[in-house]
């Protein structure tokens, strides 16, 4: 989420939905959607190691049959490409003398290139082919877009609240010298900064004032914010600035919460989020990096994939409709990331991060890879119109 | 590391001068290629075309068939570089597992082939898709790649439904004297061993091939190999360990099919019933071994070579001239004790002290940065192939543990077995005929 991609830069972009029939055997297919003016049914293609013949270079819009043959000696394969060079639709492993078929479904007309890639490598034989417009309207999923953006922004705004509200609680109390009980507030006052902090990040100048760690503030730079007084509560204990570093703080979140709210998010900015906050764990919570006083990494751990799953809520009508599959994995990778961090917890939050072995350091860090391997596929997803 | 290492007798007079890598070309092109893998590849039509590439060293570059009757990577002439994954499988669901191995077949077919792993793996997937494939193997030829895959015999407990279809040579080695194992760089359900001509390469397929098992299997251990120590081919030098060696000079050759089928490949008649889709596989044991290598740089020349039995520059057994004579255990030396020590390696490792055991070994020299007390952590990942590993590679390691004069300057502190499958063939994916 770190800079805002433009919103309508996706809503363009050709990513369409394709369908590659692998195998599928029996193509006795009534040549779906190709049937229009322009002379429907299937396209072939004859693909040898030097040519790559279309029979014909335009269709309308909607499902699209290419029947590939390997008439050459190399193994071959048949791309259909969008703009810039985006993988509309492919075949693969034609061997020599096969005929395999390919369905794609090219709702958006404009300019696409046929491709045929003997040996596989290279940029291949490639061809102008038109999508011109048919009758049919394609499916928009605008509101559902627009619905995941609006919740997702509620949901930060709530965060936001509590963020001031938790904070404004901790800063009291080490003001007023209580240390245990600021010691129990900390993990909990930062979790909906956690939550959030990819879009809190994205306000650079305040985010290094809030979270910033002692070793990686820039030079010249005071070290403020949470991590100061983790270290001061938990280290050094409390030092004479100790109370205007806390001012300071709460002066901070304050205002970066009156930002966060204002914040104006598009739904890709919504997945890159949701995979942004477990690069976040990976990096620095799995790692025992985070929390280097207190040791409650794992309590950001668990608000870092509570944020991650959020905004994946947020978008699940759109993965619902466009891509289940993958949804039903992310689901089941968030339940097994919650099953292995259930196993630390202890009352209300978990047992300190030097409690763990180093096995189960790895259980956490490979439920948390399989994860985001898989949310990872979210924002291609989202992105396609 | 061969023919030009400084001090080498001038044991080779025409290879002199001449770069390993054209030696190397000699013999790895494709005629050679197709005979060692077998028949049926699915690239096998592609074969000839992709070793006319353009590439200064034919061969070197070219692709080796991924599919055939064995798996190609066994008795394939051993290629440059290593990088060896074992892994441990995390889910419980047999079906995802399954189509894990056949999303690996057609990552490391493609690879094999020097494809990306996916279609448009590098750039296709547009702005905001997520690359299938890593990249840094783009543009690169195939190298000479193989991918080999190997269950391990913890594949076989009450997750997968798989007891019944273990051999009863696939089992954890025994302990043997003077181990010191890390449980750490033991064990593991599957391995994956690639070996291309070009390190990036290699790691790029075991890289690309650990991203989709993400969710399905986890990295146990992970092992990189810098130089081949084998030759599996008349057509290879012999390489140098990293004592400065020539170790495994009769090794087993792809040249001699008969003698493979004896102590290679595993035969039909030693896995009946519900083991028989190891038929035509092999066992393939590792073992890393860390090399005290300075203080084996301390020792005279005339001890290194009684530890080894060989002659250091020509690599001939101690009693003959050239490296290929006949190795002569009885022949007495100068002071009429034999000319080969009696706790010499070759002599231990001698198929005639094992009553005619042999295995094929195609291990790797590894020097993983620094043992953090001022030493290199340098040494041998040893790979050996073999058609029963209790029968061949146990009582071999037995007699080298009781008394090999090297054990002085080594350690083992890492072990695995594996089972191999036999080679698949067109349509098939890896490990169908284990999970039918």
């Excluded at chain 1, 979790?191 to 100048?205: N, Q």
């Amino acid at each position: 989420m770190r800079t805002a991609a433009p919103v309508h830069a996706l809503v363009g972009a050709a990513a369409l939905i394709a369908l590659t029939a692998c195998g599928g055997g029996g193509d006795a297919g009534k040549g779906a959607g190709g049937t229009d003016g322009s002379g429907g049914g299937a396209i072939t293609v004859k693909a040898s190691d030097t040519a790559c013949q279309v029979s014909r270079t335009s269709a309308a819009a909607g499902t699209v049959e290419f029947t590939v043959t390997n008439t050459g000696s190399q193994v071959n394969e048949f791309y259909l490409y969008g703009q810039g060079d985006q993988i509309v639709g492919e075949v693969e492993n034609i061997t020599p003398g096969l005929t395999r078929t390919l369905h794609v479904e090219l709702t958006e007309p404009g300019t696409y290139e046929t491709a045929c890639k003997p040996g596989m490598k290279g940029d291949g034989i490639r061809a102008s082919f038109r999508v011109t417009r048919s009758g049919a309207a394609s499916q928009g999923s605008d509101e559902s877009m627009a619905a995941a953006v609006t919740s997702y922004q509620k949901y930060v705004s709530s965060q936001a609240d509590e963020l001031l509200e938790e904070t404004t609680r901790f800063v009291a109390l080490v003001k007023a010298g209580k240390v245990e009980e600021a010691k129990q507030l900390y993990p909990v006052a930062r979790g909906p900064w956690e939550r959030i902090e990819p879009v809190a990040e994205s306000f650079g100048d305040l985010d290094p004032k809030i979270d910033g760690r002692e070793d990686v503030i820039d030079e010249g730079m005071a070290f403020t914010g949470y991590h100061r007084l983790e270290k001061d509560l938990w280290k050094t204990g409390l030092q004479p600035d100790s109370g205007k570093v806390a001012d300071q703080l709460l002066a901070d979140v304050t205002e970066i919460v009156a930002r966060a709210k204002k914040v104006q998010l598009n739904p890709l900015q919504l997945a890159n989020g949701s995979k942004a906050l477990l690069d976040e764990v990976a990096t620095g919570k799995v790692t025992g990096e985070e929390e280097r006083y207190s040791h409650t990494d794992l309590y950001d751990f668990d608000e870092n994939v509570a944020g991650s799953k959020a905004a994946i809520d947020a978008l699940r009508p759109v993965l619902q409709a466009r891509k289940p599959a993958l949804l039903a994995q992310v689901d089941a990778r968030f339940a097994a990331l919650g099953k292995e961090l259930d196993a630390h917890r202890c009352g209300d939050g978990f047992v300190p991060y030097t409690d763990l072995t180093p096995a189960q350091v790895k259980e956490l860090s490979v439920a948390l890879d399989a994860l985001s391997e898989s949310v990872a596929q979210v924002p291609g997803v989202v992105a396609a119109t | 590391m061969t023919s030009e290492v400084p001090g080498t007798a001038p044991a080779e007079p025409t290879s002199r001068g001449v770069s390993r890598r054209r030696l190397l070309g000699v013999g790895t092109g494709a005629a050679l290629a197709g005979v060692v893998a077998g028949v049926g590849g699915t690239y096998a039509a592609q074969r000839a075309e992709g070793a006319a590439s353009p590439s200064p060293v034919p061969g070197l570059d070219a692709p080796v068939p991924f599919r055939g009757t064995h798996q190609a990577g066994v008795v394939t002439p051993a290629q440059d570089r290593l990088h060896f994954v074992a892994l441990d499988v995390t889910t419980k669901d047999r079906g995802q597992l399954v189509e894990l191995l056949k999303a690996w077949t057609r990552a490391a077919e493609r690879m094999t082939a020097g494809a990306e792993a996916a279609p448009g793996g590098v750039d296709g997937a547009g702005p905001y898709g997520v690359p299938q494939d890593t990249g840094e193997a783009y543009g690169l030829p195939a190298s000479g790649l193989t991918i080999t895959i190997g269950f391990g015999p913890s594949l076989f407990d009450d997750r997968f439904g798989l007891a019944d279809r273990r051999p009863a040579a696939l089992a954890d080695l025994p302990a043997f004297r003077g181990d010191d194992l890390d449980p750490a760089r033991c064990g593991g359900d599957i391995c994956l061993q690639a070996c291309a001509n070009d390190p990036q390469v290699a790691v790029h397929a075991i890289r690309n091939l650990v991203r989709l098992g993400f969710g399905t299997v986890s990295v146990r251990w992970s092992q990189l190999g810098f130089g081949r120590t084998s030759s599996t081919s008349t057509s290879q030098q012999t390489p140098r360990n990293m004592f400065g060696f020539k170790d495994g000079t009769n090794n087993l050759k792809a040249e001699d099919p008969g003698e493979l089928e004896q102590h290679v490949w595993v035969q039909p008649e030693d896995v009946t019933g519900t083991t028989g889709w190891l038929a035509g596989g092999s066992y393939l044991v590792a073992r890393r071994i860390r090399m005290h290598i300075e203080v084996w740089d301390r020792t005279n020349l005339q001890e290194q070579e009684e530890v080894f039995g060989r002659t250091k520059g020509e690599g001939a057994p101690l009693g003959q001239t050239k490296e290929f004579d006949t190795v002569d255990l009885a022949k007495p030396g100068a002071d009429g004790q034999p000319a080969i020590p009696v706790d010499a390696h070759i002599r231990l490792a001698s198929s005639k002290n094992l009553h005619g055991v042999k295995i094929l070994r195609r291990g790797y020299n590894f020097t993983d940065g620094t043992d953090g007390v001022g030493h290199l952590d340098a040494g041998l990942f040893f790979i050996a192939f073999c058609r029963d590993a209790q029968q061949q590679f146990v009582p071999m390691q037995r007699a080298l543990a009781a008394k090999d004069a090297l054990n002085e300057y080594i350690e083992h502190n890492g072990s695995a077995v594996f089972a191999c499958p036999p080679g698949v063939a067109a349509g098939e994916h890896w490990g169908q005929a284990l999970f039918a």
